[in-house]
């Protein structure tokens, strides 16, 4: 972990406590159904569209952070965020209804320019450990902050949700314009500011037909993966059981990661990305094939753990995949396409795993499984074929003169005795 840099392990620290008071999203519905009085149909809508902001805002922050600067674009939005985020609980229904998609879309730029900032100040070869550093201490706060909301908000009240993310949003920005330098964040972005010059993205990414393979495989797995948050409670609850184990099978998956993700990538760094990514992809469907011959504790339980497993083999690697393929002047560009399409399953997974559910309960997880196979085995074909080509060009850059007489066709040496 020493090849890591200084500031990942101190920007870890403020997306630790950023991630601890985010717990917002947790109780939206709640708090738009209940103290504002929403039907579930328009807290309904409302969510969908906040989520859409979320998506367009990984989707554009890196395109931002090219051409200002990383660091100025993450201060900024978190700024912006904290802010909308203190002032929900004053507005009216009208102005809450267009700033809670604002706030959304903040955050995802955030998530965005906070990738794109760790790319280009680590350098190729330490990504996948410092992505696993920030994706711990995100988990780690994820699994403290929800209980930590839900005491704020019996105890207070949900008004007091808003303010501790705002606040915690508005620290995140202050810590991270004192922890990482100016100066030192400018000089290593210089290129990527003057994007225009280099080739398009969508040119470069024509150029890297296997990323872009990778893009397809992360869009269907998403959809997969995020079935946990929404139609996998119902089918719970369908099977008796409660709230309660719900959220135990949630604690197994941030405990999981957090015991596991640093050194799994650490035991893997100098692995294939592409074979790692394929074979967590692999294990996500084998999470939900568990689910087959039906609901119990021994079935879920395991789902998890799986589904975990593969989530820690295939995001790590596949952001710092993400960057290392990127060229100089679009490394923000590129990981926002990665940011995008790894939570296009917030705006789809629940409306098609639903719709599907309701129609054929019996067919979601079997199709689950399907979808996260064939997804992990187009990874893992492009991976060996990836290897064969690298070992041909390897080959082909092999001179005579570095390869065995007995190689090369020339006449061995004579023996002397």
């Known amino acids: ?123 190729e070869g330490a990504r996948r450990q410092a992505f696993a550093v920030i994706r711990c201490v995100s988990n780690g706060g994820f699994t403290v902050g929800p209980p930590l909301g839900a005491l704020i908000a019996t105890s207070l009240s949900y008004d007091w949700i808003f303010v501790a993310d705002g606040v915690g949003t508005l620290f995140f920005a202050l810590w991270t314009a004192r922890v990482v330098p100016a100066r030192g964040a400018t000089s290593k972005t210089t290129s990527a500011v003057a994007a225009d010059r280099g080739p398009g993205v969508w040119r470069e990414l024509r150029a890297r037909p296997a990323l872009l393979t990778l893009l397809g495989a992360i869009l269907v797995i998403d959809l997969v993966y995020r079935q946990q948050y929404s139609t996998f409670p119902a089918y719970l609850a369908d099977h008796g059981m409660d709230t309660r184990a719900y959220g135990l099978l949630i604690a197994i998956n941030g405990g999981v990661i957090l015991l596991l993700e640093i050194p799994v990538a650490l035991a893997l760094r100098s692995r294939s990305p592409l074979h790692i990514i394929g074979t967590g992809l692999v294990l996500v469907a084998a999470g939900y094939a568990m689910l087959l011959p039906g609901a119990g504790a021994a079935t879920t339980v395991a789902m998890m753990v799986l589904v975990s497993l593969g989530e820690i083999l295939y995001k790590t690697t596949a952001t710092a995949y993400v960057a290392d393929e990127a060229p100089a002047h679009a490394v923000g560009r590129f990981q926002s396409l990665y940011a995008g399409v790894s939570v296009s399953g917030v705006v789809l997974a629940a ?28 990874v893992l074909t492009l991976g060996v074929r990836t290897a064969r080509r690298t070992a041909r060009r390897t080959a082909s850059r092999t001179t005579p003169d570095d390869r065995p007489a007995h190689e090369t066709g020339s006449p061995a040496a004579p023996v002397v005795g």
């Open 1 to 123: 972990m020493r090849e890591v840099p200084k500031v990942v392990w101190l920007l870890a620290g403020g997306v630790f406590v950023n991630a601890v008071v985010s717990f917002t999203f947790v109780f939206v519905f709640v708090y738009l159904t209940g103290p504002r009085g929403f039907g579930a149909p328009a807290a309904g809508l409302l969510m969908g569209v906040s989520g859409i902001g979320m998506v367009a805002g990984n989707f554009t922050g890196g395109w931002f952070g090219d051409r200002f600067g990383h660091r100025r674009v993450l201060l900024a939005a978190s700024a912006l965020g904290g802010a909308a985020l203190l002032a929900l609980p004053l507005l009216s229904t009208p102005l809450l209804c267009a700033v809670l998609p604002a706030a959304q879309y903040a955050s995802g730029v955030v998530r965005a320019a906070n990738s794109a900032l760790v790319a280009v100040t680590v350098p």
């Open 351 to 378: 409306p098609l795993g639903a719709g599907l559910y309701a129609a054929a309960p019996g067919a979601l997880w079997p199709l689950c499984a399907v979808l996260g196979a064939a997804a992990g085995a187009t």
